[in-house]
């Protein structure tokens, strides 16, 4: 079970690396019953946290239908759920314009007619977009972007999609990586020109990547609630994604003091003690 340690405010967490969305424990076990295997794994989590060194706060999101998830709480950890929305084996981007909410089928059509779609793997040209939309308040290290993106561009698991309106200047992008699915990793769009139809047109392109490698999409996951209203309107289903956590008692003064000071955060539903 691999783990991240950062330090932050005098606490210790354990949590995943950044830029990282999912990280499940991986086992390979020696028995064929399915009873002895589900037995092994949740002794095997607990003994792994045992392990684990001295933390205030331990965060990790599980796969969707991850094994280890009842070993996590049998080690005394909380289960969240949180979603994301992924596609069925097979299905491809006409099944997904057929199941779209009317709306945004509309505007997807719009912004096919009106917008040019570009595959690329120019980073930098990604990055510059990214840091007109959220300028300083940015939460993404992109040296560390840079070295994932450059790993996994090696191992042919990348892609860029560029949508340009009229031609003009890059009006919204998203990075595509690949495993057994495909994921929507990382969006950026041109603030100035706040083109309604962009990211619902960047969404259909990734669909239609992962319709040609063979793969299912995943739209990887959301915090805002506005996030997950607009991604349902596509059609996918929402996948529960566990969300497991456990804290310290000065971990919990801390979240007390301060979600006095920001209550309106958008994670404190599932920073749970």
């Not at 491809?92 to 096919?112: C, F, N, S, W, Y």
């Not at 607009?230 to 007390?256: E, H």
């Not at 979600?259 to 920073?271: A, K, V």
Request: proline share 5%; hydrophobic share 40%.
């Amino acid at each position: 079970m691999a783990f991240h340690i950062k330090r932050r405010w005098g606490l210790t967490y354990i949590k995943m690396p950044h830029l990282t969305r999912t990280m499940s424990p991986r086992f390979f076990s020696l028995s064929s019953k399915p009873a002895v295997q589900r037995i092994e794994r949740q002794g095997i989590v607990v003994e792994l946290m045992r392990k684990l060194p001295r933390h205030d706060r331990f965060e990790r999101s599980l796969e969707p239908d991850c094994p280890s998830t009842q070993g996590f709480v049998h080690a005394n950890l909380a289960v969240a759920h949180m979603y994301t929305f992924r596609s069925a084996p097979g299905e491809g981007a006409d099944v997904m314009l057929q199941r779209a909410h009317p709306e945004t089928r509309r505007i997807m059509g719009k912004a096919q007619r009106e917008c040019e779609v570009e595959r690329s793997l120019d980073l930098d040209r990604f990055v510059r977009l990214h840091k007109q939309t959220y300028g300083e308040s940015s939460l993404v290290d992109y040296d560390v972007l840079q070295r994932l993106f450059e790993a996994a561009t090696a191992r042919g698991r990348t892609e860029i999609l560029f949508v340009r309106l009229n031609g003009e200047a890059d009006t919204a992008a998203m990075i595509l990586l690949s495993d057994s699915s495909t994921y929507a990793w990382l969006v950026a769009r041109n603030s100035a020109q706040n083109y309604r139809g962009a990211s619902s047109l960047l969404v259909l392109e990734a669909m239609r990547s992962a319709e040609k490698a063979g793969r299912i999409l995943d739209l990887d996951g959301y915090v805002r609630p506005a996030v997950g209203a607009f991604m349902m309107k596509f059609g996918l289903p929402p996948i529960v994604r566990p969300y497991v956590n456990g804290s310290s008692r000065r971990w919990q003064f801390l979240r007390a003091a301060t979600t006095l000071w920001h209550p309106n955060r958008t994670d404190r539903h599932f920073r749970v003690p």
